[in-house]
């Protein structure tokens, strides 16, 4: 098909699946559930760090991770005590377990009491057309503590060659300006335009074979060709065609 016929088709299919719906099927509405910026850019983040593997799981494991907080994740980041932290054990999510849980509670709550939260280190290293680099330096400031080596492979870094999926998921969430009540918009020193789509496994496999990836591995090479096709599509809002892969592999067997 032309690409005045692929954006169409696409433009459909985000028009389907962005909407309130997806949120009950999705790890957004951890986030959903919270009306503080702080809180929902914490729950977004914790949950999005554990978005691999099974939904339903997922969505538990996220939820339970909240519970633990006491529902009041950012209260809990900056306020709680070493004690509190051994409500901690015992939590898993494959291979994410209670001592990267302790220390990305840790992080966090450098990085809200030092840093100016997570928006401001997300924001810090922007490039017009890409957040890569950003994401790349946020690792850097979120490991900056003393930390266990196995922690580190929770957060992914493109500068490496990963392309990043969980992170740019959570960046979709709280920088794409959505008129539809799906993602969140709450962060505004970012531009819409210079976020990622999420590449998975299902979003790879619609975008080849749409033409609109050719790279067979997907990874850091792999989202720059996508983003560059995607932004061809819609200069100022790419990553909207996230719901649209997503929704083709997913729920369409495409």
Same mark, same amino acid.
């Given at each position: 098909?032309?690409?005045?016929?692929?954006?169409?088709?696409?433009?459909?299919?985000?028009?389907?699946?962005?909407?309130?719906?997806?949120?009950?099927?999705?790890?957004?509405?951890?986030?959903?559930?919270?009306?503080?910026?702080?809180?929902?850019?914490?729950?977004?983040?914790?949950?999005?760090?554990?978005?691999? !593997?099974?939904?339903?799981?997922? #969505? =538990?494991?996220?939820? %339970?991770? $909240?519970?633990?907080?006491? @529902?009041?994740?950012? &209260? *809990?980041?900056?306020?709680?005590?070493?004690?509190?932290?051994?409500?901690?054990?015992?939590?898993?999510?494959?291979?994410?377990?209670?001592?990267?849980?302790?220390?990305?509670?840790?992080?966090?709550?450098?990085?809200?009491?030092?840093?100016?939260?997570?928006?401001?280190?997300?924001?810090?290293?922007?490039?017009?057309?890409?957040?890569?680099?950003?994401?790349?330096?946020?690792?850097?400031?979120?490991?900056?503590?003393?930390?266990?080596?196995?922690?580190?492979?929770?957060?992914?870094?493109?500068?490496? !060659?990963?392309?990043?999926?969980? #992170? =740019?998921?959570?960046? %979709?969430? $709280?920088?794409?300006?959505? @008129?539809?009540?799906? &993602? *969140?918009?709450?962060?505004?020193?970012?531009?819409?335009?210079?976020?990622?789509?999420?590449?998975?496994?299902?979003?790879?496999?619609?975008?080849?074979?749409?033409?609109?990836?050719?790279?067979?591995?997907?990874?850091?090479?792999?989202?720059?060709?996508?983003?560059?096709?995607?932004?061809?599509?819609?200069?100022?809002?790419?990553?909207?065609?996230?719901?649209?892969?997503?929704?083709?592999?997913?729920?369409?067997?495409?």
């Amino acid at each position: 098909m032309t690409q005045a016929e692929l954006k169409e088709f696409l433009d459909e299919k985000v028009i389907l699946y962005n909407n309130p719906k997806f949120i009950e099927s999705d790890p957004i509405q951890i986030p959903h559930s919270f009306t503080l910026k702080e809180d929902i850019e914490i729950a977004g983040f914790l949950s999005a760090t554990i978005a691999w !593997g099974n939904r339903k799981m997922i #969505i =538990n494991n996220a939820k %339970r991770l $909240m519970e633990i907080m006491g @529902n009041s994740p950012y &209260d *809990f980041i900056v306020n709680h005590k070493e004690n509190d932290l051994e409500k901690l054990s015992g939590f898993v999510h494959r291979t994410f377990n209670s001592i990267d849980a302790v220390y990305f509670i840790k992080s966090l709550q450098n990085i809200y009491q030092n840093h100016n939260g997570l928006e401001s280190v997300f924001a810090k290293h922007q490039e017009k057309s890409s957040l890569q680099k950003s994401i790349s330096e946020a690792k850097k400031v979120f490991f900056e503590l003393e930390h266990p080596q196995r922690t580190t492979k929770h957060f992914s870094d493109p500068m490496n !060659g990963s392309a990043a999926k969980r #992170i =740019n998921m959570f960046l %979709r969430w $709280m920088i794409r300006q959505d @008129n539809c009540g799906v &993602d *969140f918009g709450i962060w505004k020193t970012i531009l819409p335009s210079a976020v990622s789509c999420p590449l998975d496994v299902h979003s790879g496999n619609v975008a080849r074979k749409l033409g609109l990836l050719t790279r067979k591995q997907n990874d850091a090479k792999a989202l720059l060709e996508l983003d560059t096709n995607l932004r061809k599509l819609d200069p100022i809002d790419p990553s909207k065609y996230d719901f649209a892969l997503f929704g083709l592999g997913i729920f369409e067997k495409f």
